[in-house]
């Protein structure tokens, strides 16, 4: 199971706030029941299978073109451990056990 935290950031849009985009976004997964995802103030993580996170984030990535935005740029950063599962509330757990 891999762990995926991304950003898509629209680019040429006439204001500043990108709360209305964000949320565009996270409606393409909302309907998805086979991936985890969590809302954070500078991006978003979500862990489950890594192909069908690619192809959530390539949807994702065209919301904010289809929103008016004239640019998008999205940065990816992946986490695909494969000796053992892993988990996003078991990276939290394993930090706070240390501290």
């Known amino acids: 199971m891999a762990i995926v935290e991304f950003t898509i950031v629209p680019l040429g849009t006439k204001e500043t706030s990108l709360s209305k985009y964000v949320a565009n976004c996270h409606k393409v ?19 489950g299978d890594l192909d069908l996170i690619l192809n959530l984030i390539r949807k994702m990535h065209d919301v904010p073109f289809e929103n008016g935005a004239l640019r998008v740029s999205t940065s990816i950063k992946i986490d695909d451990r494969r000796d053992k599962n892993s988990t996003m509330e078991g990276k939290v757990k394993s930090v706070r056990e240390k501290l």
């Open 29 to 47: 997964l909302e309907g998805e029941k086979k991936i985890k995802y969590q809302l954070t103030p500078m991006g978003t993580i979500v862990e």
